[in-house]
Every structure is written in C-alpha cells, then in structure tokens.
C-alpha cells in the first residue's frame, strides 16, 4: 500500500485559496506542492489572465529549469499560445518524485478530527442524512449481490469501501448539477431521491424500469434527477462531460457538470480528451477519481509511473486535489470547495479520491485470485468509510447504537421488499427493443421487429414466458 502523507489544513487552504492570487505579470509564484497549479507556463493572453503557474511535482528541478540561468532571467521567447522564459542551459524536467503529493484528510480512522482541520461544516440533519445513505447503499449492494449469485440476476457491482465518494460528494453538489457516473456512483442516485425500489427494477429489467431493461443491471440513470444513464465501454462520459459543462456555460445556466470514473479510466483516451477540452474551453466541470487501487485485475502501478492522477491535472492546466476518499467530511469539503471555483471561475477541477475497493470488481470477477484476502480484510474493517463516518456523528452525539438497530432494521426490510417487487413485475413488452431510436420506426428495424416475433414464435420454448411479443 502507498503511505499517504495528510496535512488537512495546508492542503484545503491552499486549494481553497488559489483562485485569489493575483494574476501573472511574467514572473514565476511559488504555491505549494500539496496541488497542481493552473497551468504549466506564464501565459499573457486575455485567457490565461488570471493563471498562475504553480509549483511542480519535483519543485527543485523546475526552480532550477527556470531561474538558474540569471544573466537571461529577464528575457522572454514569444511563441504561439505566450511568452516562455529564456535559458542557456539544457535542463530536462524531472520525470518523477520521490516525495509524493499528499493527501488531504479531515478524519482519523477513529472519527476525531485532525487538529487544526480546514473543512466544511456538516450540520446534524445533513450528517445523518448521509450516514443513513451510506447504510442503504451497502446493504441493498449485499442483496443484490446476493439476488446475482442465486442466479435471479443476470450481474452486479458493488461499491463496497467506496461509499464515502458517492454519497459525500453527491451531498456537496446542487440537485441541479448534471452527473455522469461511471458505475460505482448509485449511492448519487439514492441521495438525489432514486429510490431502492427504482434500483431493484433497473437491475431486473422489469416493466417500470426507466431503461426499459434495455441496459445491463446496476447501468442506472434518470432524466428527473438530472443523471445521465451509464454505459458499458469505459470512460466515455469523461469527454462528454466535458461537452456537457461547455453547454451549461454557454447557456449561464450557474450548474457545472461532474464526472465519475475509476483509475482504470485514466488509462484511456477520453479521459485525456475530455480534461484538455474543458481545460482549453475552461468549461465548469468536476473530474471525480475514484482511485481504489484496482483496474479490475490490474493495480495501479501497472497502469501508470506518475504519482497517481492528481499529477495529471498539472499538464492539462487543471487545478487538482487529492483527498482520502474513505473520510466523507474531507470529500464533502473538498467538493463543496470545487463546485465554488467550476461555477465562480469556469473552470475544471480534477479530484483524486484515494479509497480501496473492497467488494469484487463485478459479479464476473474473483478478486482473491490476484490479491491476498488479509488485504481485502483490513480495508473492509479497520479503513472502513461507514465505520468512520459513524464513529464521527456519535461523537457529536447525533447517532446511537438503538438508531443504528432501527435503521438497518428498516432498510433490510425496505430492499427485500423491493426485489420480491421487481422480481414478480413482467418484463418490457418486445416492441420497445425497437422504440425510441427514430421518431418513425425505420424499414429495417420493422424487418428486424417480424424476425424476432417469427423465431420466438416457432422456438417459443427456449425463451421466458413472460416475454410480452
């Protein structure tokens, strides 16, 4: 495991207060390593005019790259895209640290405040509110995950030990804000008023599921809580989101955009599409990271020799924070703070939410065939999101062991209840595998239509019955 170095109170001030800086006048400021600065040279053109060059992620080879050279210091080169400081000597930038950015925390691991913390306040409603979140969305994960292995549906994927990051960043955001999630976000859903039952019959396929059991299962979506429906192939809500957020721009709507995705998306082309449009059309959309370690079966150091994804904001010209993804208040402030600079400034932020997945990566996947389980077991108990955050409300005394009976109580009864629904409701008719793509159904797709409803027709015992032709 990577050792995560915390410093709570330099690391939201500093992010907190870099858009105040004054802007740049061709000289090089010196911010702190804790964050990405907002772009990578001095720019003089009207659209850099309020960017600072930051301090990079080795601050002694940079330093020397830009200022060694004393007797050209104050001779600049005017390239297109902006002037650029002028050296005699031949330096390469560093490719790597040994010192790693750190990571910005709230909350120790037994739910006491890190002293001197700079975060956001939680009041007692929206804190339990949160926690009781957290509670449904890992037990209606249980019984689904449960429901996929009794072969009563077809696949699953948890969110176990990512809790926090959905459901804190979701109580940051205005329901307003459009999300794109990748496919550990549904406690967004549930925070936004998607109900279990909603859940249970997106993942059956059911007649009353929005998707009209179009989609694989846990691939949710709703129009009403401005959450777009997630799809299979990997990261290519990241540069939609991007585009999305340039709308909401264009049109001053004041909401931004924010995206979800894991450590394995950053590995594909749309993430880097998608963070150099917004950054370029300084578009208010939110990067969120979910980095638990794990691309199914690939760890992260296969994946990429930077210091994890919060470095990669550095090179688009994107202001960056890592946060420790299992402390709900630290990603609450942290994305409470970054929807502030998206709307107030247009402009996009990348957050690094560190966090370990604990659960499989799917239905389909056994995790224990390439990681020991002690390791599963230790993130599950001693690192758990839920357990801290619990810890932290019977602190304050918002919480009790009674209301912790009484609430899963509830909630198990609640999601039972939900499949045994959604189990017995009867599927989509046929016809809507056909619908909603033209607003006339197109020749080919009324062949397609007679074919389906023939083979059903004379192989009628090798399909469900409850398949209404």
């Known amino acids: 495991m990577a050792s995560w170095v915390v410093r709570s109170r330099s690391c939201l001030n500093h992010f907190l207060v870099s858009s105040r800086r004054s802007s740049c006048s061709g000289i090089l400021r010196k911010l702190p390593v804790a964050f990405s600065g907002e772009s990578t040279a001095v720019l003089v053109s009207r659209r850099f005019e309020s960017i600072e060059a930051g301090q990079k992620l080795d601050p002694c080879s940079y330093e020397e790259a830009y200022h060694s050279d004393t007797a050209h210091q104050n001779q600049d080169l005017d390239f297109p895209g902006g002037k650029i400081p002028l050296t005699s000597e031949m330096k390469f930038i560093s490719e790597a640290s040994d010192t790693r950015l750190p990571c910005y925390r709230v909350l120790n691991d037994d739910g006491s405040l890190i002293s001197d913390s700079i975060y956001e306040q939680v009041g007692e409603e929206v804190a339990v509110n949160m926690y009781s979140a957290m509670v449904t969305l890992k037990i209606m994960d249980t019984f689904l995950y449960e429901a996929q292995r009794q072969g009563r549906i077809s696949f699953y994927m948890t969110c176990c030990g990512e809790e926090a990051i959905s459901i804190a960043s979701a109580a940051a955001l205005s329901p307003h804000d459009f999300v794109l999630p990748q496919y550990r976000e549904a406690g967004v859903l549930l925070w936004r008023g998607f109900t279990v039952q909603e859940c249970t019959n997106q993942c059956f ?225 046929l016809t809507e595998l056909f619908t909603d793509v033209y607003d006339q159904m197109v020749p080919n797709l009324q062949e397609q239509e007679r074919s389906l409803r023939d083979t059903l027709k004379k192989h009628s015992i090798d399909y469900p019955t409850d398949v209404h032709v």
């Open 205 to 429: 396929g059911n007649k009353d599921d929005k998707g009209k059991g179009r989609q694989m299962p846990v691939h949710y979506g709703s129009k009403k809580h401005n959450v777009f429906t997630i799809s299979s192939p990997l990261a290519t809500q990241i540069s939609q989101a991007a585009g999305v957020a340039y709308s909401l721009k264009m049109d001053k709507r004041g909401t931004c955009a924010v995206v979800y995705t894991g450590d394995g998306g950053t590995s594909e082309g749309d993430f880097h599409a998608g963070l150099n449009f917004a950054a370029v059309m300084e578009a208010p959309v939110i990067f969120i990271c979910r980095n638990n370690g794990w691309a199914i079966s690939t760890p992260v150091y296969e994946q990429f020799r930077s210091d994890g994804i919060v470095t990669k904001g550095l090179g688009y010209g994107i202001r960056s924070i890592r946060v420790d993804g299992n402390d709900a208040i630290a990603v609450y402030s942290a994305i409470h703070a970054a929807r502030n600079m998206a709307i107030n400034e247009d402009r996009p932020i990348l957050v690094e939410a560190m966090t370990y997945r604990v659960g499989h990566h799917s239905t389909s996947d056994d995790s224990t065939r390439y990681r020991p389980t002690n390791e599963i077991e230790y993130w599950k108990t001693a690192r758990s999101p839920i357990a801290r955050f619990r810890k932290w409300i019977q602190r304050n005394g918002w919480w009790s062991d009674d209301k912790e009976s009484e609430l899963c109580r509830n909630i198990k009864k609640q999601v039972l209840q939900a499949i045994q629904t959604a189990e017995k409701m009867e599927k989509p008719p």
